[in-house]
């Protein structure tokens, strides 16, 4: 029930296409959703989250798609570039301690 | 310096040797957080501190000694490590233990022998 599960493991996309990526929880008590981003070498920056009041929220680019009673969410690139490819984390969290449950990742390639 | 920054970047260790991870944040956070990264598996949580106090430790076998001498600083003290040991080790903190978001540094990659 604490899992999260990420798909797809590993994506390709071309420049200016849209690159989605999806999780899945089980446990209702989480109420945060962020999205980490990882680039070779570094540590995981995050890049959007949000919270289950709202079905979707958008930063430039970036897109989180939440689907509550699903139990769903993605995260969608728009115009992808090839400085997105990097490898993305969904995560989640809630409850008394509030610890982030964190997917497999997906690494993302966008071929010029 | 800004951030959260952990020293060394990289570590080749014998299973016999014994070696410390360092991790300093320069945010004011009071909680801090160890975790393992391997490949192709979720991020594992490994410790946690919270001002100070070590208020969770997730199965972390007795080889891994992490320490916080205070709110900034974090350690995690390593000894007859076996080679499975090797991946990732990332330290993160936040303003409070279950804050969000979670700061992330850029990790200390140890490789065992």
């Known amino acids: 029930q604490q899992q999260v599960k990420q798909s797809p493991q590993s994506l390709i996309v071309q420049k200016g296409g849209i690159s989605i990526i999806n999780c899945a929880y089980e446990?209702?008590?989480?109420?945060?959703f962020p999205w980490y981003q990882q680039f070779p070498g570094k540590g995981p920056a995050l890049l959007i989250a949000?919270?289950?009041?709202?079905s979707e929220k958008k930063e430039g680019r970036f897109t989180i798609s939440f689907n509550k009673s699903a139990k769903q969410f993605s995260l969608h690139i728009m115009d992808s570039q090839p400085g997105d490819s990097a490898t993305y984390f969904c995560?989640?969290?809630?409850?008394?301690?509030?610890?982030?449950?964190f997917g497999k990742g997906t690494k993302l390639s966008v071929k010029p | 310096e800004t951030g959260v920054t952990q020293t060394p970047r990289h570590l080749v260790m014998g299973m016999t040797n014994k070696k410390s991870l360092k991790c300093e944040q320069h945010?004011?956070?009071?909680?801090m957080y160890w975790y393992k990264q391997s490949a192709k598996k979720p991020l594992e949580l490994m410790f946690v501190?919270?001002?100070?106090?070590?208020?969770e430790n997730n199965s972390v076998p007795s080889r891994f000694s992490p320490e916080c001498p205070n709110s900034s600083h974090l350690f995690l003290h390593l000894h007859t490590l076996q080679p499975e040991d090797s991946a990732l080790y990332l330290c993160?903190?936040?303003?409070?233990?279950?804050?969000?978001?979670?700061?992330f540094g850029d990790g200390t990659r140890l490789s065992i022998l």
């Open positions: 446990n209702t008590a989480f109420d945060y």
């Open positions: 501190y919270s001002l100070e106090e070590r208020v």
């Open positions: 949000i919270r289950p009041d709202v």
């Open positions: 945010l004011g956070h009071n909680a």
């Open positions: 993160a903190s936040s303003q409070e233990r279950g804050g969000q978001p979670q700061h």
């Open positions: 995560a989640a969290s809630g409850g008394s301690q509030g610890n982030l449950i």
